[in-house]
């Protein structure tokens, strides 16, 4: 089933401005071009989620910020052998206004060029969460807001019961993998710097809590343990003061090369303080993988920038091809081991080839894990090879083993699916979106997780050409 390019391979330029080029169209059909045969051990539904904006600026697509656009939401439902794809906006206020007037309403490289467009206008497009009946379509920089888990209608912003203590909740909340527990953050550039929320598998939130953070940072993702709660405090200073004389995001996120990152470590029952740990280097973790305790220690594995800020500044110019891609766009594996008690953090990097989007078996979230995903860089320089390839790694051995795709295709997010319910950590699937550069079309791999490195067990092919987005979960069907 391997596919061979039939044309030269994009330059970086046009890659960027094809994957990232935004397709305004909703959708709703059965898929029917299948490389393949999809396992009918799968019967659920994969959400995705990810920026896709409706109304253009004047300057069009490339003059877009990479985290910019209107979320457009994608559910994949498979049953018995089949496969439905339905996505929907999330038709949120500032949806609704710039739909109604036909304008751009404005984004973090572009001002709206009209006072009544001016605003709250952040729309929820990084992630797409399922709990306790509950589906959410979350960013860093405002609260979720609510779909309908069949239809993905809108049912408006969720404030977690009336109990937000700040102005947003982020786009990464952890799902225990045995209690069921949500917990998830917030962070602002005021103070109180950092929030914590638990919600509990019924959905009511039982614990809404404050923390002081040494300095104000963005702080995208965190970590949890059966015990303990971890905060990368990243080598960055969120300075509110330039957005609010009208100056860019870009400026209120300044890199801190004098600062060394550091680690916030609380337990998780109400109350309890936190301790930061300082950190061996400078850097920042846009995601962390996995968190656990073992003999006394906290193991927490992530994707860290050694360059605080390459990879926003990167962004910025990300969907016009404008990325340098050394040191700015390139995440390193890294191994934390965090002794909580006498307030020490090692580091120990795992890899020279750039990796993001880590993920594992979310039955595990908390928990010791073997195996971990990734989206990661071919053995090659520069920005053009990254998310090139799937990876898995065997945390116990250490070594690791690659998907590769061929030249004018990239990988999306990871996601695992185990083949039942009770299943062994790596016993199922990886649902992986594929972008073919010369269709000018994504695809969904299904591939054995014990087999990563060959052929897809079945490939979908989508009708409606989707930018590649971020992030997305799985759902089992009940």
């Not at 953070?213 to 969120?238: K, Q, R």
Request: aromatic share 10%; hydrophobic share 35%; glycine share 10%.
């Amino acid at each position: 089933m391997t596919t061979h390019a039939t044309s030269p391979r994009p330059t970086l330029a046009e890659m960027f401005a094809s994957i990232l080029r935004p397709n305004p169209n909703e959708a709703d059909y059965a898929i029917t071009r299948i490389e393949g045969e999809i396992p009918r051990e799968l019967n659920g539904t994969l959400y995705r989620n990810g920026p896709c904006q409706k109304i253009l600026p004047d300057a069009g697509p490339g003059a877009l910020h990479f985290f910019d656009g209107d979320a457009l939401v994608h559910a994949i439902r498979f049953e018995d052998g089949t496969a439905h794809h339905l996505s929907r906006y999330a038709r949120t206020e500032s949806f609704e206004r710039c739909e109604k007037t036909g304008r751009y309403r404005g984004g973090i490289n572009i001002k709206a060029s009209h006072p009544e467009d001016e605003g709250p206008n952040s729309a929820p497009n990084t992630n797409i969460v399922f709990h306790a009946g509950r589906l959410l379509a979350m960013v860093e920089v405002a609260p979720p807001f609510e779909l309908n888990p069949e239809t993905l209608a809108p049912r408006g912003t969720w404030d977690y019961d009336g109990k937000m203590l700040g102005m947003s909740t982020t786009a990464h909340p952890k799902i225990d993998g045995r209690t069921g527990q949500m917990l998830i953050h917030g962070y602002q550039p005021l103070e109180p710097y950092v929030q914590l929320y638990v919600v509990e598998p019924d959905g009511s939130v039982s614990l809404a809590e404050a923390i002081d953070a040494p300095w104000p940072s963005m702080m995208h993702d965190f970590a949890i343990t059966e015990n303990y709660v971890i905060f990368p405090l990243g080598s960055i200073y969120f300075d509110l003061e330039p957005m609010m004389d009208g100056r860019g995001f870009g400026e209120a996120v300044q890199g801190r090369h004098d600062l060394n990152m550091k680690i916030g470590v609380r337990r998780r029952e109400p109350g309890s303080p936190t301790k930061w740990i300082d950190a061996p280097s400078v850097g920042f973790m846009f995601h962390p993988g996995n968190a656990y305790e073992k003999d006394g220690r906290i193991w927490m594995d992530a994707c860290t920038y050694e360059n605080p800020t390459g990879l926003l500044e990167d962004l910025a110019t990300a969907r016009s091809g404008a990325v340098r891609g050394e040191g700015g766009f390139a995440a390193h594996p890294y191994l934390y081991e965090i002794d909580p008690e006498a307030g020490t953090c090692k580091e120990t990097k795992l890899s020279d080839h750039a990796a993001e989007f880590p993920r594992l078996d979310d039955r595990l979230v908390g928990y010791e894990n073997r195996w971990g995903y990734a989206g990661t860089a071919a053995p090659a320089s520069g920005a053009e090879a990254y998310f090139r390839r799937i990876t898995k790694y065997d945390r116990v051995s250490g070594s690791s083993v690659h998907r590769e795709t061929v030249a004018g295709q990239w990988v999306g997010e990871p996601i695992f699916v185990p083949r039942g319910v009770d299943a062994a950590e790596d016993d199922g699937f990886i649902l992986n979106l594929v972008y073919d550069a010369h269709r000018d079309r994504p695809a969904l791999d299904i591939l054995d997780a014990r087999a990563i490195d060959r052929d897809p067990l079945a490939r979908l092919w989508l009708e409606e050409r989707i930018s590649l987005g971020f992030h997305g979960n799985w759902l089992q069907a009940t």
